[in-house]
């Protein structure tokens, strides 16, 4: 495994604040992800970084954004949150070599 | 647009019997296939991946088979243990980037 840690793990919000998610892994590697996974629906992809200060739009990334200052961590922002955002986030991260990707243990996050 | 689908939401199989869970995939596109194995509550585990230029890949209790003129690949378990059941996530791979299917809830019976 890539001894990659989550913040907050869970955490309840209100409507309309903002909220912060943290990713850090120990393996200096270069791929970091955040997935969000609902009930009915695989793990779908938000954000991912391909270096430092290298990020791009996965399939579900309306209302959030990503920040990756540092190799090891991955941000994750809900700038206004809202209840479709109601979720478990999973970071994940790859050394490059797309055919093994290790995931964190989950962030749980209730917007109410 | 789903370009992974894992079309038996649940399989229950009898400890030390074969496990065979299925996934189908629309974009020839993709270079690698993974499984991932999840239990409630924690983070997808991966499982065992193949090459989309091979057509097996064995670890162990675990089996991959790629078929894709198909655009198909199966996992077998065998034999499957009670520690397996759990939730299986077909994971194609492009450019770095995993598309999921809806996962396979796997029970095995005592």
């Known amino acids: 495994d890539a001894g990659i840690t989550q913040s907050p793990r869970h955490k309840v919000t209100e409507t309309g604040t903002p909220v912060t998610l943290r990713c850090h892994q120990t393996e200096n590697h270069r791929y970091m992800y955040w997935y969000r996974q609902d009930p009915g629906h695989g793990l779908r992809l938000i954000h991912y970084?391909?270096?430092?200060?290298?990020?791009d739009k996965g399939e579900v990334s309306d209302g959030y954004s990503v920040s990756r200052s540092k190799t090891e961590d991955f941000l994750l922002t809900l700038e206004s949150a809202t209840s479709s955002q109601t979720s478990v986030y999973f970071c994940?991260?790859?050394?490059?070599?797309?055919?093994?990707?290790?995931f964190g243990e989950g962030s749980w996050l209730t917007v109410v | 647009d789903q370009q992974v689908k894992q079309n038996s939401p649940s399989l229950s199989v009898q400890e030390g019997r074969i496990s065979i869970l299925n996934c189908d995939y629309t974009n020839s596109m993709f270079d690698y296939f993974l499984w991932y194995k999840k239990y409630p509550a924690e983070g997808p585990t991966f499982l065992i991946s193949i090459s989309s230029i091979k057509d097996k890949n064995e670890d162990g209790r675990f089996t991959v088979f790629l078929n894709k003129s198909a655009k198909h690949l199966s996992l077998h378990i065998v034999p499957s243990q009670p520690g397996d059941s759990a939730v299986y996530f077909c994971a194609p791979s492009l450019f770095y980037k995993l598309s999921f299917g809806a996962g396979t809830t796997v029970t095995v019976r005592a």
């Open positions: 994940a991260s790859d050394r490059g070599s797309g055919n093994t990707i290790y």
């Open positions: 970084s391909y270096g430092v200060k290298d990020t």
